[in-house]
């Protein structure tokens, strides 16, 4: 193997493990891979000698003083919980910077194979019952959770996994496709930000890789999913037509968006209930009001990751009062308002500086990042490390690679 090809091989490696221990359940539930992912990416920059940027410094300082105050005003001091958070962020740089401005690229690549495989293991199981037992019951358990292990009373139990397939019990229950993730409403995020990735550097929506992500999202059945890839076709055509076609567009998406949302009892269904159930923490609204009702106490600073994450009350082991599954306001809780501006910050500059290095409408960053926003409600996706790694990408960028903004991406061809 080359020198080069070796290169290739080993940034595409630290951007699997980087998605692995954010969302692939054989990884990330233990820290130790956390720090091991850590450690390894702290060997390939400094053998590859890469220069650190101090504006990198200057974000994770952020969380470090908020952390610190953390300890003098709301919870006693966690060393290890607080390197947790570092381990994370300096992970999330050094892959960054490794990779480079071919990040996005590696990162859509890796969707991409992950989706196609995910139907090598999703449509047997959802036509034969054996097939899905033979794994369950057979192959899975030879695929443990790395460094991590489970009594049976805890209240989260990982699916069973092969790791680069998850087989939930959503599959056969509700023919739902997780992939390699924790559940269908995690792989599709995934999928989401891997299709924004494709639409701004190849200013197209119907690329090959996106043909196949589309597939992957329907497969999902994904409530968020279905209204966060619903937003992102509306977004390129508003960022890449004219006015008299966007009336047209809208005229046809919305009576069918509304259609849809009637006709599929998943969605309506489903956020009907969330609704309902508007004081159950298990729920997207309950858990999203817990979490205001925790940050509205502590809104400078937060109640950080530990004990006390939980406005000021501990827990001796994991109950459904410590249930949150709303990501944005987790955010909010956990850290206050401004390590959570800091990083949604750091989010839109990067998604705009992608849009600007690749000659896209630069509105398409503003809509993109709304519906991560959006995303974010169903999933308390910011504690993971790839999605700290979306703060960096935007610094990896030098002043010649930019290109001044304008009306490109409103001449691209929309196929």
Same mark, same amino acid.
């Given at each position: 193997?080359?020198?080069?090809?070796?290169?290739?091989?080993?940034?595409? &490696?630290?951007?699997?493990?980087?998605?692995g221990?954010?969302?692939?359940?054989?990884f990330?539930?233990?820290?130790?891979?956390?720090l091991?992912?850590?450690?390894?990416?702290?060997f390939?920059?400094?053998?590859?000698?890469?220069?650190?940027?101090?504006?990198?410094?200057?974000?994770?300082?952020?969380?470090y003083?908020?952390d610190?105050?953390?300890?003098?005003?709301?919870?006693? !001091?966690?060393?290890?919980?607080?390197?947790?958070?570092y381990?994370?962020l300096? &992970?999330?740089f050094?892959?960054?910077?490794?990779?480079g401005?071919?990040?996005?690229?590696?990162?859509s690549?890796? %969707?991409?194979?992950?989706?196609?495989?995910?139907?090598?293991? !999703?449509?047997?199981?959802? @036509?034969?019952?054996?097939f899905f037992?033979?794994?369950?019951?057979?192959?899975?358990?030879?695929?443990?959770?790395?460094?991590?292990t489970y009594?049976?009373?805890e209240?989260?139990?990982?699916?069973?996994?092969?790791?680069?397939?998850?087989?939930?019990?959503?599959?056969?229950?509700?023919?739902?496709n997780?992939?390699?993730?924790?559940e269908?409403?995690? +792989?599709?995020?995934?999928?989401i930000?891997?299709m924004?990735?494709?639409?701004?550097?190849?200013?197209?929506l119907?690329t090959?890789?996106? /043909?196949?992500?589309?597939?992957?999202?329907?497969?999902?059945?994904?409530t968020?999913?279905?209204?966060?890839?619903? @937003?992102?076709?509306?977004?390129y055509? +508003?960022?890449?037509?004219?006015?008299?076609k966007?009336?047209? %567009?809208?005229s046809?998406? /919305?009576?069918?968006?509304?259609g #849809?949302?009637?006709? @599929?009892e998943?969605?309506?269904g489903?956020?009907?209930k969330?609704?309902?159930?508007?004081?159950?923490?298990?729920?997207?609204i309950?858990?999203g009001?817990?979490?205001?009702?925790?940050?509205v106490?502590?809104? %400078?600073?937060?109640?950080?990751?530990?004990?006390?994450?939980y406005?000021g009350?501990?827990?001796?082991?994991?109950t459904?009062q410590?249930?949150?599954?709303?990501?944005?306001?987790?955010l909010?809780?956990?850290?206050?308002i401004?390590?959570a501006?800091?990083?949604l910050?750091?989010?839109?500059?990067t #998604?705009?500086?992608l849009?600007?290095?690749?000659?896209?409408?630069?509105?398409?960053a503003i809509?993109? !990042?709304?519906?991560?926003?959006v995303?974010?409600?169903?999933?308390?996706?910011?504690?993971?490390?790839f999605?700290y790694?979306?703060?960096?990408?935007? @610094?990896?960028?030098k002043?010649?690679?930019?290109v001044?903004?304008?009306?490109?991406?409103?001449?691209?061809?929309?196929?």
């Open positions: 193997m080359t020198s080069g090809k070796y290169k290739e091989f080993t940034n595409y &490696a630290l951007v699997f493990f980087l998605i221990v954010s969302g692939l359940p054989y990330y539930v233990s820290n130790t891979n956390i091991l992912l850590f450690l390894f990416a702290l390939i920059f400094l053998k590859r000698s890469v220069r650190f940027d101090s504006r990198a410094l200057a974000i994770m300082l952020v969380f003083i908020i610190i105050a953390q300890v003098f005003i709301v919870k006693p !001091f966690a060393p290890v919980t607080m390197m947790g958070t381990f994370r300096f &992970a999330a050094f892959i960054v910077s490794l990779c401005k071919k990040f996005p690229r590696y990162y690549d890796i %969707i991409y194979w992950l989706s196609i495989i995910s139907f090598v293991f !999703f449509i047997p199981s959802v @036509l034969s019952q054996s037992n033979f794994f369950t019951h057979t192959v899975c358990p030879h695929f443990p959770a790395l460094f991590k009594s049976a009373d209240f989260y139990q990982p699916a069973p996994t092969i790791i680069i397939y998850t087989f939930h019990e959503v599959l056969r229950i509700d023919f739902r997780s992939g390699p993730f924790w269908p409403g995690a +792989f599709v995020i995934f999928i930000i891997a924004i990735f494709n639409i701004i550097e190849a200013k197209k119907w090959k890789q996106n /043909i196949v992500l589309t597939l992957a999202v329907i497969s999902t059945l994904s968020t999913g279905y209204i966060a890839f619903f @937003l992102l076709i509306m977004s055509y +508003f960022v890449t037509g004219n006015m008299v966007n009336i047209v %567009i809208l046809i998406a /919305i009576p069918t968006g509304v #849809l949302y009637y006709n @599929l998943f969605m309506h489903k956020i009907d969330n609704i309902e159930a508007d004081d159950d923490t298990t729920s997207r309950g858990s009001l817990a979490d205001l009702k925790d940050f106490k502590s809104p %400078i600073v937060g109640w950080g990751r530990g004990a006390m994450r406005g009350r501990a827990f001796s082991f994991f459904v410590q249930h949150r599954n709303n990501g944005l306001a987790s909010l809780a956990s850290y206050g401004i390590a501006f800091t990083l910050y750091n989010y839109y500059k #998604l705009k500086k849009c600007t290095v690749n000659s896209f409408d630069f509105r398409f809509l993109s !990042f709304i519906i991560i926003l995303m974010s409600l169903g999933q308390t996706i910011f504690q993971y490390t999605f790694s979306i703060m960096f990408i935007h @610094l990896v960028y002043k010649e690679d930019l001044h903004r304008g009306a490109p991406g409103h001449k691209n061809p929309v196929m």
